[in-house]
Every structure is written in C-alpha cells, then in structure tokens.
C-alpha cells in the first residue's frame, strides 16, 4: 500500500502549487521542476527547459501514425500548471494532453493554455494518471518530470502507459533514483525526503527498467542530471540551517514539509543517496 493516497496528493498539491508558482523560480514560465544547465546551457531560461528540449528530441518529427504526416500526440504525466506542454507547443508542431491530480493545477493549467491561444492544440485535464480516461488519445510520446514518485506503485504507472502509449511510442521519466543511501544518516535524509515531498515510489536505476520492461518497454538510454543541477545555493543553505536547528520536531508533516524534504534531498543528492536521472524508453510492439 502506498504511504500517501490520492487525496493526499491531490491535497497536497492543492495547497502548495501556489507557492510553487509565486515563489519558485520557475514559478513565472509555469516550471515547477529543478532547472538542469547542462550541454549547452547559457542562461536560467534555458536550464528550466533543458528536461523539455530533451523531451522534443525525443518526439519531434515523430508522426501519429508513421507516415501520416500528422503531429503527435504528447502526454504529459502530471502537468502541473501546464507549463512543459505550453513550451512543447511552441517549439513543435504536437497536439498534447496533460493530467494532474489537483484542481487547483488543472484550473491555472487552463487559464494558462488559453492566455497563449493554444486550447486547439492542447488541453489538461484533473485525472490519474493510473487510471487514465478512455477520451485520452493513444500516445506517441508520454513523459514525467518529478510526478513518477509520486504514484502508488511502480507497478500501476507502467501499466498504464502500456495502455496509453502506442507500439513503438516512447515514454520519458525524469526523476530521483535511489543510490547506495546505507547508514543511519542517509536514511534518515530518505525518509525526510519522502515524508516532507510525499514519495511513494522511489526505485533504484535497475529497478526502474526492470519495471518498464515487464510492462513492455525497452529500455533506450538514461542520462543523470545530478551533476548539473544546482545544490548549495545561499538559500538552500539557509533552509538547511533551518531545519538543523528545528530538526528535532516533526516538521515533515506541517505546512513547511515540502521544504524539510526539498533541504533533506540537497543532503542526498550531494552526498550520491539519491541521483535525478532522465529515462527514456521505447513501448515494443
């Protein structure tokens, strides 16, 4: 059973996607994810869409049907405010369909899809992205960036892109991984980090393809992040020093979770407990 359900999720998301927008710093593109200034990176804009330009490279030139001509069908896994699917769009011709949890995401999602005019191309709707509706088109590329850890179980989420993604289509997964998180110490940093972000489903690399293959997909390649992401920086630090001095209570579980398990993930993604690692595979015929 996972730790948190859906309504915990949904909650959960309902509350602080305010906060992740307004704040953030990808707040403003509606980016609620890490920037990554990787190959070719030259400034902050570039390094939030550095997990989306991977994505493209994955479903540009990429038919509906091989051959048709027609764009295709790119499902976002988790959309949050809708802002990769709006950066999909005006870099690619694509239709595209994202799914989030939260009201409160799929209400901004909409507000956010009309102000740029791209409501005939693309839409989000609130829905789980286990039990996905059968008005969802077959896709030619899905992708989750930081939503696969929240699913119930590894299991549910494959099986349901195996339903969703078209022979021969492709899924991506950006997302943490867990490494050698042995001791005392990186285990607490784990479960911190769990508690305070509502993981559910955190996999080892292996275990991550093991799990894509039984649900039929071939494993094509993964690239790790980590070394390009941005960990220490003067205000991760403050939060850092924060949560030594109040480490003592449960603060996982109030208001500021979110930010024990963010300051508790730096700990494990400078340390090698835990790597942010993009996973793309191929659904077999």
């Known amino acids: 059973m996972p730790r ?21 710093q990808g707040g403003g593109g509606g980016f609620i994810h890490r920037a990554v200034w990787g190959p070719g990176v ?13 994505i493209a490279k994955v479903a540009r030139d990429r038919s509906a049907t091989p051959g048709s001509g027609e764009p295709p069908h790119v499902v976002d896994l988790g959309c949050g405010v809708g802002g990769s699917l ?3 769009a005006s870099v690619m011709p694509m239709r595209g369909t994202g799914l989030t949890l939260s009201p409160v995401q799929a209400r901004l999602a909409h507000g956010r899809i009309e102000a740029l005019r791209l ?11 286990t039990e996905i509706p059968s ?7 899905a992708f989750a960036i930081e939503s696969f850890v929240h699913g119930p179980s590894a299991v549910a989420f494959f099986q349901a892109c195996a339903r969703l993604v078209r022979p021969g289509g ?6 943490d991984v867990l490494r050698a998180a042995t001791g005392a110490r990186a285990q607490r940093a784990v479960e911190q980090f769990r508690r305070g ?14 799990e894509a293959r039984a649900a039929g997909f071939a494993h094509e390649g993964t690239t790790n992040l980590t070394p390009w992401l941005e960990l220490g920086r003067p205000r991760d630090r403050a939060i850092a020093v924060f949560v030594a001095v109040f480490g003592w209570l449960p603060l996982e579980r109030t208001p500021v979770g979110h930010v024990v ?12 407990w835990i790597a942010y690692e993009l996973t793309r595979f191929q659904k077999l015929t």
């Open 4 to 24: 948190f359900d859906a309504s915990q999720i949904r909650g959960y998301y309902d509350k602080q996607t305010a906060g992740f927008v307004a704040l953030g």
């Open 42 to 54: 030259a400034d902050r804009a570039q390094a939030f869409h550095f997990v989306e330009d991977s």
């Open 86 to 88: 709006t950066y999909l």
């Open 119 to 129: 409501s005939d191309r693309i839409r989000c709707i609130e829905a789980d992205y």
């Open 135 to 141: 008005s969802v088109a077959p896709a030619d590329v």
């Open 170 to 175: 492709w899924l991506v997964i950006c997302d």
């Open 197 to 210: 972000w509502h993981v559910n489903t955190l996999l080892t690399h292996d275990e991550l393809i093991a």
């Open 261 to 272: 398990g963010g300051s508790a993930l730096q700990t494990c993604l400078a340390r090698g």
